[in-house]
């Protein structure tokens, strides 16, 4: 299986993991649902959860046992979204080429429905925590572990998305540059890659590795979209192309040009992708993701 296949593999099995979750019954809040479900199910690179599966898959093959976690990333990853959206902070349009939530529904479900999907987030990994109480204490201290891991990263992800909205319209040094990128989109994707290891079961120094990994792509990830937000196809991206600009953002961009940001997009991909180096064969979809995530056009 090649790379762009492997991708829509995991993208499919995601999608049907995702479904298990949706609130379909007749109830009061039943647009509040069908809200969280429009975010939820509207498409995407499923990005984060993939980063989930395929970093436990180095280790080891049982990928239902890392599955709630995956899930609980998606939903965590589209409540950012729903709330980044808001007129409050982007006032956004579109998303993934369809109407934000806030403009589909109103901006009230909107804010609940985020928060639903956050809540919904801790509901699905508390389930697992509790199956795991009952069958194996060993497993349930590691998978503490990683629920702590999940909680931290998203305080750091909305401590990010607040610096980046608070400093709009100024000048910031280097350092609070990539302090808004290491927490506003780096502690998520660092989050994935450290669930999926140490869920797998990674010693340290291999712990250590995919760490530092994550760190380059989640930045690559970041400087990639200031990039997009300059100069990508409005049509592709699925929303408006130079908001960033319009909102007077600090980007990548902003503080360096666009010639020099995709320079340093090019060498830290290349420094993620050397990160692999040990794991031999097992690591070419992780290197894959890294060039994918230099190269997207959306």
């Known amino acids: 299986m090649d790379f762009k296949e492997e991708l829509k593999h995991y993208q499919k099995k995601i999608n049907k993991e995702l479904e298990k979750y949706l609130r379909t019954n007749n109830c009061l809040e039943g647009t509040l649902n069908e809200s969280m479900e429009y975010s939820l199910m509207a498409g995407g690179k499923r990005l984060r959860p993939i980063l989930v599966i395929s970093t436990y ?3 080891k093959n049982d990928l239902e046992e890392c599955f709630p976690y995956a899930v609980a990333i998606e939903m965590v990853h589209n409540f950012s979204l729903i709330h980044d959206d808001l007129p409050g902070i982007d006032n956004d349009d579109f998303r993934h080429g369809k109407l934000t939530n806030h403009k589909k529904f109103n901006e009230a479900t909107a804010i609940l429905a985020g928060d639903g999907l956050l809540n919904n987030a801790y ?3 508390s389930n ?23 909680t931290l990263a998203v305080d750091r992800m909305i401590a990010g998305e607040y610096v980046d909205t608070e400093y709009e319209g100024r000048e910031i040094s280097t350092e609070d540059l990539q302090y808004i990128h290491e927490n506003k989109t780096g502690a998520l994707l660092k989050l994935c890659v450290r ?21 380059k792509i989640g930045l690559a990830f970041q400087i990639k979209d200031d990039i997009l937000s300059e100069e990508g196809d409005e049509k592709v991206l699925g929303k408006p192309v130079g908001n960033d600009k319009k909102l007077e953002k600090c980007t990548y961009v902003s503080k360096y040009g666009l010639e020099k ?17 040990s794991f031999g064969d097992k690591a070419d979809f992780l290197r894959g993701l890294a060039l994918y995530i230099e190269s997207r056009n959306k």
């Open 123 to 125: 509901i699905v990994i």
């Open 128 to 150: 697992d925590l509790r199956k795991m109480s009952k069958i194996n204490s060993k497993e349930l201290e590691k998978k503490l572990k990683v629920f702590n891991e999940f």
């Open 261 to 277: 940001s995709k320079e340093i997009l090019e060498n830290i991909t290349k420094e993620a992708i050397e990160k692999l180096e």
């Open 195 to 215: 669930m999926g290891a140490i869920l797998g079961d990674a010693n340290d120094e291999e712990l250590e590795h995919l760490t530092s990994y994550a760190e």
């Open 57 to 59: 898959s180095l280790f």
